[in-house]
């Protein structure tokens, strides 16, 4: 079983900083360097959106129009875990940030992905952030 946990979240207020990180497990994952690792959010009322996306060596990186200069997507493929340290905070970034990995898309291409065309996600961590 796979599992892909997150944790970080938080009520904040704007202008202050988060670290999210998604730790990846289980027995059929394999080795998590192989996976493409990315952040999508969901705010409530909306549609999840793409945040930002790491190629698996973690040389690559694809953000957002909306985060992009804020938020730095990274990984640590030693320890299974992918973070996202998100600076400047602003209450519309409030929403579920959830974790995906997948096998054989691309850190470019995984923005256009549809929810059930990724092969792992995790359950989220919920980021509140105040005016």
């Known amino acids: 079983q796979v599992q892909l946990v997150e944790s970080g979240g938080g009520l904040v207020q704007a202008g202050d900083s988060l670290r999210l990180s998604c730790a990846a497990s289980?027995?059929?994952?394999?080795?998590?360097?192989?996976?493409?690792m990315g952040w999508f959010r969901q705010a409530p009322g909306k549609e999840r959106e793409f945040v930002a996306s790491?190629?698996?060596?973690?040389?690559?990186?694809y953000y957002a129009d909306s985060v992009k200069g804020r938020f730095t997507i990274s990984r640590d493929n030693a320890k299974n875990t992918v973070y996202l340290q998100m600076n400047s905070l602003k209450p519309e970034d409030t929403a579920v940030y959830c974790c995906a990995a997948d096998f054989t898309t691309t850190a470019q291409a995984m923005g256009s992905r549809r929810a059930h065309e990724i092969d792992y996600w995790g359950r989220g961590t919920l980021v509140t952030v105040s005016s």
């Open positions: 790491i190629s698996r060596t973690g040389g690559v990186t």
């Open positions: 289980g027995r059929t994952f394999g080795d998590f360097g192989d996976y493409v």
